[in-house]
């Protein structure tokens, strides 16, 4: 339906900010946004006009299909879906421009908040080419207020857009969230567009044919955007960040920007500026999505991946970091780091390769799936040519059947029994992706569970956990089970561990396992001193214990990069330790929680941070916050002779050993 047939129905023109007022009391007759969808209802045939009465009416037992997005898409909804969504661009653009009254939260009423969340979903599931400039307009405009005020024109729209965009995503629609997430005012909006982004980025994955697609944002061939501004050039680069550097004409860079370009040129200035923020987004997005995309078995085509991502200017030097596999023949496949745009490949000796067939299958290769020494062999590679890859693959934990879990059948006790923070898990949780429930001192409240739903909403995975009475032990919840359960003829059906592909199973189990290590109070160094008798047994045993997947990396990390520094003579791997051999005493680092104990008597060092810097600019293969702290804590012990906190040398220098 085109937008002048639309207009034909409605009794004034819908895209006329000032045909309705924004803010303040409202009319007594329908928004006009929202009786143009209820005009346009009764024009469209009758499976769409069911479809759209479904989708409308929906509850929690009788929620849309997919089948009813794709009918209300395939029908002149579409249009409607433009106007309506251009209308709310004009109203949000008049009220920053004055001409219409600012009133925080009231731009938009609840029913054509929810009108235009239909409208969005309908055009990010046509994958719309005119949506992207749309959400650069309509997303800043609602976001932030046109006075000072920390307040926004409409929370309820951008969050309602964020959702469609959980449903339905697309790499702008991410990149434009994020841009927004950047210049928002109000204290809790951020965080909760964080979590919305997260499950953006997890459904992109499952979104092929648009998850890794970029923009021309003008850059070369070399991943440089070049442009002349007065006598200078600026160049924008993409590499492990995106900076923006200024340049004399015979090509010498400027420590800063030139004061000309700051005083004769500030428009062009901040087009810049605006550039690299929009260049960061959309690399982050790529990065989540290609992340999301390790539990992908099915892969690409090979020549589209090397014309789209690995050739792509910006998505280039992060295709380049990471470790791809392609199928060579039947079921088997050969892993390589792209070079030269993809159109060769590096072996983990370093042995040049190139694909043959341009529809060979390719995908990220993920180390459950290699051998031991095929992964021994990628860390080295990796860390000999100091590649930091945009998130955890070489160095990737990885979590395999134990003979136990075997056993059980219909579930795993591997993690259960950790005392962990609650309100820092369930923060924590809804972050990356889980639900969990709300646990609490109430009836049901001490006892829950948190779900995770991936790969292709086929799997999910089920934590459960029980409360800690907040009284005596400070808001705190008990791990339990782990469950997994696939999704058969539209319902979960419990699955033994054995059953799931041991892509998901190894990813779900990380995630766990990184909730244990972030949460648990044996993360927490100064524990010592409180709780009861059974916690402060757990914070020893665990803060001291057997390590964890993640804490065997970190071991696998250190072996390569202490010979590489400074303390190499005064520190060794023993164990579950990092082994420092200071002037005053040895200490031992455990590799999990970063605790420390000292020789010989085993009394145990509370050092909360490291002060400063101690490591230095030493290369680390991928971000870790406790392999960093570890390095730290090892670098200023190794020199201990020159430590100066009183509260750290009081403890150095004691006699009486630490009793758990």
Known sequence: ?????????????????????????????????????????????????????????????????????????????????????????????????????????????????????RACRVALLRDEPWLPELFDRLLPAIAVAPTPARTLPSQALLFELARSAQEFPTPEAAAALRAVRGVVRHAGVPKQLDRNLKRVDAALSERAEVAFRLPDLGFGPDGVHRGAVGDYEARITVGEDVALTWHHSDGRELRGVPAAVRRDHPERLKELRELVKRTRAHLTTLTRALEAALLAEAGQAYGRWRTEQAGHPIGRPLIERLLWEVEVGPGQWRAGLPVEGGRRFLDAAGEPWAVVDEDAVIRLWHPVRATPEEIRAWRDHLTERRIRQPFKQAFREIYLLTPAERETRGYSNRFAAHILRFRQLYALMKGRGWEPAMLGPWDGGYEGEATRVLSGRGWRGRLFLEYADPAQYEDLAATDQVRFERRTDGEWREAAPDEVPPVVFSELMRNVDLFIGVTSIAADPTWTDRGADRLRAYWHDTGFGDLGAAAEVRRDALARLLPRTRIAERAELTGRFLRVHGTRRTYKIHLGSANILMEPDDAYLCIVRSPGDAAGDLFLPFEDERLSLILSKAFLLADDENITDPDILRQIERSAPWQA
């Open 1 to 117: 339906m085109s937008p002048e047939t639309l207009r034909s129905v409605l009794p004034a023109p819908l895209e006329d900010p000032a045909a309705e007022p924004a803010g303040g009391e409202r009319p007594a007759e329908t928004p006009r946004i929202v009786a143009a969808e209820q005009a346009l209802a009764g024009r469209l045939d009758g499976g769409t006009d069911q479809a759209l009465a479904r989708i409308r009416d929906q509850s929690y037992d009788s929620r849309p299909t997919p089948e009813h997005w794709e009918r209300l898409a395939d029908s002149p909804y579409v249009g409607f879906a433009r106007t309506a969504l251009e209308a709310a661009a004009a109203r949000a653009a008049a009220i920053q421009a004055g001409e219409l009254p600012y009133v925080a939260d009231k731009a938009f009423t609840t029913e054509e908040v929810a009108v235009l969340g």
